[in-house]
């Protein structure tokens, strides 16, 4: 390969990661604070998703030389920091042991990836916009305490999107630190130190197992695994979908037990390593994944570091980083939910049911908004027979 094709596959799995990182972190962040991670847990966290990443990426592009980029679920983090009522950080790391088996569980059972890819696109979408309005909805929340913080940042932010639509998170991100430092909001940095990684034992709690650990699995397979799959296709792969599924599954079940949850196939940013701006030969794109992995486990190295510079943020800047991270998500999830008329007002259910947040017998809203969409959808079906 020549030196320019090595750069441009260099330059591309750097665009991904920063993009992957940066803008989708505050969502991981508050899904820690979310079930009471403490400082430690939280850099095991982010260290176990940069680990599992990186593993997954390289073991994947190197033995099917295809630029398979993998990622953590930012669905997924959007989905535990909207999960209310977790009763621990140990009932968390079980749910998440729960969806890395169940990832297991498909690549085995071939027939449980057809029963999933069953479930209506309109419903597994309007669950997905359910869970992620909520963090959208944060964002506005912070509005009339910090209006010189986050009305800036909004606009910048929409400016931005026009021209750089993949960093646009980024530079809200870069930006926004600066801003709040020149406002006197940014606390004390710490100094720079390498992760340790904590180990958990899970705990068995059967509302949070089915609250969190079924719609866990159910958002990275809808949201994460399956478009990933598609951007591969799209640019002429044919990834295998169970070898695929078992390397993220099994990597995803590994680093749970230090608190991390599910890692999955990359969709947005993968999207950037498998385009022709990667390489114009499509057979030697694969080299995007040694380099992605590179990047990711440097994130891992020194992701206590990472962490500990976003928590001297202030909260604010992290809802509008997230928040603007998600919108475009949240409006894609919408259109798709709402696009159809025949399934509309099923995904009109499951929406209202999971942007509620109502936690029945202890189960969580993402649970019973899919319960209730599926329900709706069936007896609209049968009445219509």
Not at 113 to 124: Q, T, Y
Request: glycine share 10%.
């Amino acid at each position: 390969m020549k030196a320019t094709g090595l750069l441009s596959v260099a330059i591309a799995a750097l665009v991904a990661s920063i993009a992957g990182m940066g803008g989708a972190l505050p969502i991981v962040l508050a899904a820690t604070q979310a079930v009471g991670a403490t400082p430690e847990q939280t850099s095991s966290w982010v260290s176990g998703l940069g680990i599992a990443t990186a593993i997954s990426a390289l073991a994947l592009s190197v033995r099917y030389r295809m630029p398979i980029i993998a990622a953590w679920s930012t669905p997924g983090a959007a989905l535990i920091a909207s999960t209310p009522g977790v009763p621990s950080f140990a009932a968390a790391v079980g749910a998440f042991v729960l969806a890395a088996a169940l990832i297991l569980l498909t690549a085995a059972v071939r027939p449980l990836g057809r029963l999933i890819e069953k479930i209506p696109a309109s419903i597994a979408s309007a669950m997905l916009a359910g869970i992620l309005l909520r963090l959208v909805m944060a964002m506005f929340e912070h509005v009339p305490t910090a209006p010189l913080l986050v009305l800036p940042l909004l606009l910048l932010f929409l400016v931005a999107r026009a021209f750089l639509p993949t960093l646009a998170s980024l530079v809200v991100l870069v930006a926004g630190a600066l801003l709040a430092w020149s406002l006197g909001l940014v606390k004390p940095l710490p100094p720079l130190g390498l992760s340790t990684l904590v180990f958990t034992v899970p705990a068995w709690d059967v509302a949070t197992l089915i609250g969190l650990g079924v719609p866990l699995y159910l958002v990275t397979m809808a949201s994460q695994n399956l478009p990933g799959f598609a951007v591969l296709r799209a640019s002429g792969y044919q990834p295998p979908a169970q070898p695929v599924l078992a390397v993220t599954g099994a990597a995803s079940l590994a680093t749970a037990f230090v608190g991390s949850h599910t890692s999955n196939l990359a969709a947005i940013s993968a999207a950037i390593c498998t385009g022709p701006d990667a390489h114009p030969d499509p057979a030697k794109r694969w080299m995007a994944g040694p380099f992605y992995a590179a990047f990711w486990a440097l994130f891992a190295l020194f992701g206590a570091s990472v962490v500990g510079l976003f928590a001297a943020l202030p909260p604010a800047l992290l809802a509008t980083v997230a928040g603007t991270a998600l919108l475009g998500s949240t409006a894609g999830a919408l259109g798709s939910a709402l696009s159809g008329d025949q399934d509309r007002l099923a995904a009109a259910g499951t929406l209202a049911v999971t942007v509620s947040g109502v936690s029945l017998l202890g189960i969580g809203s993402a649970f019973w908004g899919l319960v209730i969409g599926l329900l709706i959808l069936a007896i609209d079906r049968f009445l219509k027979r």
